[in-house]
């Protein structure tokens, strides 16, 4: 399987880690995203690739939610693509796509619903998905930076260091 995964990899010119296993660990994971998606692609009769569907993974990226990462133009970029093919996303999809694999939004971090719904409520969701982007890109470079807040990851979650990193940047 893993020699499969790697000519995957290389005949389509992907990294070494195109296929993240890893997901299985993080918050974000349900094991229902099987029954939410659909076949993408079979390797050499050995690799089944499936696909989730957009609602669904708007939610599983609203379930991380790391302001770190691009899951938040992530999100704009999914809600941009969908508004050009002429298939908007509603609330209400993804809402049913959070109570499906998650149960609700309990256990979502606490400014995914706000982002989602303000996203939705936008016309410009290009300014939104480049405003996103951008804030993205600052807090990892700062999170990488040797004189940053690197040092306080050991002792505080990512959302106080977040935090800490914006409230140093709004001070500039």
Known sequence: MKETIECVGDEMGL????LNDDFKETPSYSSRLVSCS??????AYVLSVRKVVREYLIATKLMAFRPYRSDQSDIVGILIEEK?????V???AVDSAMERLYGGWAKAPKDSMRFLKEALARD???SLFNQAKNGESK?????????????ATN???SEEIIAMIDKRESGK
């Open 15 to 18: 990294s070494d880690r195109w």
């Open 38 to 43: 659909v076949p993408y692609k079979t390797f």
């Open 84 to 88: 050009k093919k002429g298939n908007p």
């Open 90 to 92: 509603s609330f209400a």
């Open 124 to 126: 410009d969701l290009e």
């Open 139 to 151: 807090r990892a470079q700062a999170l990488r930076r040797p004189n940053g807040v690197a040092d």
């Open 155 to 157: 002792q505080r979650s």
